[in-house]
T-cell receptor, first 111, second 114 residues
Framework: SQQGEEDPQALSIQEGENATMNCSYK?????LQWYRQNSGRGLVHLIL?????REKHSGRLRVTLDTSKKSSSLLITASRAADTASYFC???????????FGKGTRLSVIA | DTAVSQTPKYLVTQMGNDKSIKCEQN?????MYWYKQDSKKFLKIMFS???????INETVPNRFSPKSPDKAHLNLHINSLELGDSAVYFC?????????????FGPGTRLLVL
């Protein structure tokens, strides 16, 4: 299975601290995407990183991709209470294969 | 304006009933999807459609039948509902056929089968 696996399953930090979530996958990919899901809501796209890219930034978010280790990390700097959510990585092969989601990391940011 | 909308938001029904969930996107996207998220938050693709044509059908029981009257709409009809169908169902859309790009998700429909 190509399914991504996030680590840790749950993470609790204080506001202002950095949060790091990891994602590992099994097969070669075209791209890897990170999504956020607030409680009771739909998923919101955060960042897409392609297989030929190693790092991308978006505001307080930094994503890295290591295709040799088949892993990615999402770093949220200077976390806020509003960052409390579940974070999912999703991997995409080439062609008409589906986007495959991991089980998510539940992040709690305590004010 | 809501980009991807679903109705209803909540659906409580008895086992054996037939129900439908509707999805509409106003993003002009060509591809739409249905996902199922179980109680452990695991999100799994069910179907994808491109310009009203079925592209992906991920071993979903025949009781689930998607219908796409046009590329902005993808509805999901479920026959003979079972307890295990209880979950949150998400509709999503993306611009491209291969789903290489960002997917935009609806707010979800919470289905509870009693």
């Amino acid at each position: 299975s190509q399914q991504g696996e996030e680590d840790p399953q749950a993470l609790s930090i204080q506001e202002g601290e950095n949060a790091t979530m990891n994602c590992s996958y099994k097969t070669s990919i075209n791209n890897l995407q990170w999504y956020r899901q607030n409680s009771g809501r739909g998923l919101v796209h955060l960042i897409l990183i392609r297989s030929n890219e190693r790092e991308k930034h978006s505001g307080r978010l930094r994503v890295t991709l290591d295709t040799s280790k088949k892993s990615s990390s999402l770093l949220i700097t200077a976390s806020r209470a509003a960052d409390t959510a579940s974070y999912f990585c999703a991997t995409k092969n080439s062609g008409n294969t589906p986007l495959v989601f991991g089980k998510g990391t539940r992040l709690s940011v305590i004010a | 304006d809501t980009a991807v909308s679903q109705t209803p938001k909540y659906l409580v029904t008895q086992m054996g009933n037939d129900k439908s969930i509707k999805c509409e996107q106003n993003l002009g996207h060509d591809t739409m999807y249905w996902y199922k998220q179980d109680s452990k938050k695991f999100l799994k693709i069910m179907f994808s459609y491109n310009n009203k044509e079925l592209i992906i059908n991920e071993t979903v029981p025949n009781r689930f039948s998607p219908k796409s009257p046009d590329k902005a709409h993808l509805n999901l009809h479920i026959n003979s509902l079972e307890l295990g169908d209880s979950a949150v169902y998400f509709c999503a859309s993306s611009q491209d056929l291969a789903g290489q790009e960002t997917q935009y998700f609806g707010p979800g429909t919470r289905l509870l089968v009693l």
